[in-house]
C-alpha cells in the first residue's frame, strides 16, 4: 500500500496580554518594541486541518472554507460552536503565504531534532474558531499558531517521530513559535501555557505561584474591527504617549513577572489594569486618534474600577484581573475556584450581557494525524 498523503488536524488557543505587544520594530518579522506577556487560553481556540496529497506533482496551497473534521466531532465540548472566519481576498492570501513559509522552515528546523521532511504536494487548509470573529478575542493568535503546528506536522515524513518529539521538545516548539511571529505576533504566545512571555525574537513560559485562573470576557459588541492591530501597531508610534512607552512596558513587564512569580493578585491586577489602560490611551491620543471603546466598555470600566482600585477588606477576596485587547470586549480573569461566583456578581451587575468563559490552557496541541493509503 503507498501512502498517498496525510490528514493533520490541531488545535491552538488564543492568549489575552497583560503586558501588550504594541508597536514592531521596522523590518519584517513582527519584532515587538517592547516585552509583553499573556496567559494562555483554553477552549477559545481555532482547529486547523491540512491534507496533503502526495500523489501530485504539485505544491498548490488552497483554502477550504469548511469545518474541519475535529471541530465538528468536538461540538459538544466547545465553549461555543466553531465557525468558519470570514477571511477577504488578503486573509486568504496571508494563510497561503503563511503555509509556504511554514514548509520552507521545516527544512531547516526539521534537521536539528533528526526529522526527515517530506513536504511536496499539494496543501489544503481547513480552519475554524470557536468564538465569534472580531470578538476582541485574538483571532489571530489562535489561527496563525494553529496553522503553523498544523502544516509543521503535515511535512514530517514520520509523523509519529514528530508528534512525540512536539509533546516532549520545548525547543521544537520555540522554532515554530518563532515561524509563527512572521505571520502574527501574538500567535508566537500561544505554544505554551499558562503563561508565556515574549521579548524580542522569542516565546517561553513562565513558572508561577498563581492559582490556575480563568478568563470570564464580556460580550460588549462583535462587529469587525474598524482599526486593524496591523494599522494600529504603526499609528500608536504617532502618539505623544509613545515617547517612553517602550521604557514604562518594559519595566512593567519586569514588575508583573515579579508579582507572577510571587502569586501575587492584587499587583498582578494593578499592573494589568494600568497597562490596557496605557495601551487604549496609545490608540486615543495618537495623531488619527481611534477607540475600540463603546458605551458598554465605559460602563462595565468604571462599574470594575471600584473593585480594582478598592479590594473587598475581607481578607480571602482578591482584585479580579482586568484587561482589554484591541476591541470593545472586556476580560476579566479570576482564580478558577472563584469563577462561578464572580459570574453571577458579574451578570447581576451586567443583565443581559454575554459572557465567554475559559479556563487557562497549555498551548498548540496534535489532536489526530491520520496516513491516506491508496
Ligand atoms: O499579533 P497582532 O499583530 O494581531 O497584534 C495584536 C496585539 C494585541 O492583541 C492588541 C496585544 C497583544 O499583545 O496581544
Known amino acids: 500500500m503507498s501512502q498517498l498523503g496525510v490528514r493533520v488536524s490541531v488545535k491552538a488557543p ?38 496533503r496529497s502526495q500523489h501530485s506533482s ?27 472566519p470570514e477571511l477577504s481576498d488578503s486573509g486568504v492570501f496571508k494563510v497561503i503565504r503563511h503555509t509556504e513559509r511554514v514548509r520552507e522552515a521545516t527544512s531547516k528546523i526539521f534537521p536539528k531534532y533528526g526529522l526527515k521532511c517530506s513536504k511536496n504536494g499539494n496543501f489544503e487548509i481547513r480552519t475554524a474558531n470557536t468564538f465569534p470573529a472580531a470578538s476582541g478575542i485574538a483571532s489571530s493568535a489562535s489561527s496563525f499558531a494553529a496553522l503553523t503546528l498544523a502544516v509543521a506536522q503535515a511535512c514530517a515524513e514520520e509523523p509519529l517521530q514528530f508528534r512525540t518529539l512536539w509533546e516532549r521538545n520545548m525547543e521544537l516548539r520555540r522554532d515554530f513559535s518563532e515561524i509563527s511571529r512572521q505571520g502574527s505576533g501574538s500567535s508566537c504566545r500561544s505554544f505554551e501555557g499558562p503563561w508565556v512571555c515574549w521579548e524580542g525574537a522569542s516565546a517561553r513560559a513562565l513558572t508561577t505561584r498563581m492559582p490556575e485562573m480563568t478568563d470570564l470576557v464580556l460580550l460588549v459588541a462583535s462587529h469587525p474591527k474598524r482599526v486593524s492591530s496591523s494599522e494600529a501597531h504603526g499609528w500608536v508610534k504617532t502618539s505623544p504617549l509613545w515617547n517612553e512607552r517602550v521604557e514604562r512596558a518594559n519595566s512593567r513587564l519586569k514588575q508583573l513577572q515579579a508579582a507572577l512569580d510571587e502569586g501575587d493578585l492584587q499587583s498582578v491586577s494593578t499592573l494589568a489594569w494600568s497597562e490596557f489602560w496605557e495601551m487604549h490611551s496609545l490608540f486615543h491620543t495618537s495623531q488619527n486618534p481611534f477607540s475600540y471603546w463603546e458605551a458598554g466598555s465605559i460602563q462595565i470600566l468604571q462599574a470594575l474600577s471600584s473593585w480594582v482600585s478598592h479590594p473587598s477588606q475581607s481578607s480571602s477576596e482578591k482584585p479580579p484581573v482586568v484587561t482589554m485587547d484591541a476591541g470593545p470586549n472586556v476580560h476579566v480573569l479570576v482564580p478558577t475556584v472563584e469563577a462561578s461566583r464572580w459570574r453571577s456578581r458579574l451578570e447581576d451587575l451586567f443583565p443581559g450581557i454575554e459572557i465567554l468563559e475559559d479556563r487557562q490552557g497549555s498551548g498548540a496541541e496534535i489532536l489526530e494525524v491520520e496516513k491516506l493509503n491508496s
Open 58 to 84: 504539485g505544491s498548490d496551497v488552497t483554502w477550504v472554507p469548511e469545518l474541519p473534521l475535529e471541530a465538528r466531532r468536538r461540538s459538544d465540548e466547545l465553549v461555543s460552536p466553531a465557525r468558519l
Open 14 to 51: 488564543s492568549n489575552i496580554a497583560l503586558i501588550k505587544y504594541m508597536g514592531k520594530r521596522d523590518g519584517d518579522g513582527n519584532l515587538p518594541e517592547n516585552g509583553s506577556l499573556s496567559l494562555t487560553l483554553d477552549s477559545l481556540c481555532t482547529f486547523a486541518e491540512v491534507v
